[in-house]
């Protein structure tokens, strides 16, 4: 057994909050959570509206970032919280953002706190700190890029299409597997071994936009190409996609201040945590292919 199996556990009876419950990484904490037998409650913007479907849990909330209102009926009782912060912890004003959250969240007396946060990026930075300072069990799990950016996301268009055009040549990055932060994340949730620390998560190995599109070509068994783009044109691509213009400008504006070699290097973090390897992006790559992520009808999941 790992380090982090043995340490004291966290009350199983409260429920733990999970913001973002709905999205890419929030849904995939919430079902490791469930399948240890814990409460959960989501809460999300969409949370209203999915609540009447009949396939989603009943324990959701309305959530908001920018509208305080929602903030109190989503803490009251909970043990714990993962802070999934959208859009971009490195955006201007999500630092008092989390600041205020933080803050209600200990009045109601949540001790437990994971934050999910960017690496190389200042403004998240001072979020990590923020939440460090609010509770005393925070843990912060700070990531590259995801892999599955590219099955789920903003570039999944691009794979299917064969083009990959990002405002990026040929630096590298050691992209992470969603399913590895999840893991960690919610171990983080339910025991105290890693409160306190910065937990910063990357692949195994830092791979170029042109080095992830061949191994994309292998698994899809179609042509992926990398292309790289000016950020007004890749603005211009995104927004006549669909993508939302504040949206497509904060991407441009990552990809201009922290792919540029500062994250290149590799962590054992996911190994020293699970006790496993990290997950590389050939073999997300060919599960996600094999699972159907580019066969299936072309519409964006954000």
Not at 128 to 152: H, K
Not at 247 to 255: I, N
Request: charged letters at 20%; a negative charge; hydrophobic letters at 45%.
């Amino acid at each position: 057994m790992t380090t982090s199996q043995t340490s004291s556990q966290v009350p199983t009876t409260a429920p733990i909050l999970v913001t973002g419950g709905t999205g890419r990484t929030g849904r995939r904490v919430a079902d490791r959570l469930r399948a240890q037998g814990r409460p959960v409650r989501i809460a999300s913007r969409s949370a209203a509206a999915s609540s009447t479907r009949p396939d989603t849990h009943r324990d959701t909330v309305p959530f908001d970032w920018q509208d305080d209102a929602g903030w109190d009926a989503a803490l009251a009782g909970t043990a714990a919280v993962y802070l999934c912060y959208s859009p971009d912890l490195a955006l201007p004003g999500a630092d008092a953002v989390v600041d205020a959250f933080t803050a209600r969240a200990v009045r109601h007396g949540v001790e437990r706190i994971v934050l999910l946060s960017g690496r190389g990026e200042d403004g998240a930075r001072a979020c990590e700190d923020i939440a460090l300072a609010a509770a005393p069990a925070t843990t912060v799990v700070r990531c590259s890029w995801f892999q599955e950016n590219f099955s789920e996301h903003f570039l999944l268009d691009g794979v299917l299409d064969g083009r990959i055009a990002v405002p990026a040549d040929q630096v590298r990055e050691p992209f992470v597997s969603l399913e590895d932060v999840a893991d960690v994340a919610a171990l983080a949730l339910t025991n105290d071994a890693h409160a306190g620390e910065v937990l910063e998560l990357t692949g195994p190995e830092a791979l170029s936009f042109t080095q992830v599109a061949h191994l994309l070509s292998d698994a899809t068994g179609r042509p992926v190409e990398h292309v790289a783009l000016t950020p007004d044109d890749f603005v211009a691509e995104l927004t006549g996609a669909g993508v939302d213009p504040d949206e497509a400008a904060g991407l441009a504006w990552l990809f201009q201040e922290v792919l540029d070699g500062r994250n290149t290097a590799t962590t054992d973090t996911v190994e020293r945590v699970l006790g496993r390897a990290a997950t590389p992006f050939d073999v997300f790559a060919k599960t996600a292919a094999a699972a159907g992520a580019w066969t299936r009808a072309r519409t964006r999941n954000t």
